[in-house]
């Protein structure tokens, strides 16, 4: 290579090609990343989008919004509410009634997870935990429900508040079952869809059965 040193460029040869870097605008939103943000805004963040989950279960429609940003923290809250609101209710036991916690919180996931397996095998297009985020946020309805009937029990335990929490039940029942189904329906073959609302309705009528039966013990 001893000859390349004598090679020389004239001045007037106008070199070909773009050498300038291109320099884009970028956005805040580029270069933002979770890992930054303070744990507050994380927290309120979070908060808010189960919030926006509940209020679809209440008001519910055919949307896409507990499928497209699934979480598994409502379901568990409300898993949670419910197991400790039946916790010590009517059993034939004379403990505590600590294994009823148990009992409700295997009883709403393994129910769940039955029902999703239910689904993929019937050839369903949405993901394991998107119906098991669905599934665990339409069980609010009825952890409203046990939330009432406690209260109704606390004025007694006569015909009347058994009337009246057999109504509230019985709403609420089918408030979960139409709202799960609003979500579910469309990711189904239209010919297996009854094949899948079936267990659904099986599922959230043991849950149902649960709450009606509980008495303070």
Known sequence: ??????????????????ITVPVGSHSPDEDYSTLDEPVRD??????????KKFVHVMYPKKSSALLRDWDLW??????VSLALMLQGGSADSKEDGGPQFAEVFV???FGAVVITLNSKLLGGTISFFQSLCVLGYCVL?????????????LAGSGTVSFIIRLIVVVAMFGWSTLASTAFLADSQ???RKALVVYPIFL???VISWM???FTPQ
């Open 74 to 79: 409502g379901p568990l809250v409300l898993c």
């Open 211 to 213: 709450i009606l039966t």
């Open 141 to 153: 309805p009825l952890t409203v429900a046990m939330l009432v009937c406690r209260l109704v029990l």
């Open 107 to 109: 009883i709403i996931w």
């Open 42 to 51: 994380t927290i309120m963040r979070d908060l808010k989008a189960v919030g």
């Open 189 to 191: 073959p239209p010919n």
């Open 1 to 18: 290579f001893a000859g390349l040193a004598d090679v020389s460029i004239a001045e007037d040869i106008p070199v070909e090609g773009e």
């Open 203 to 205: 599922f959230y009528f």
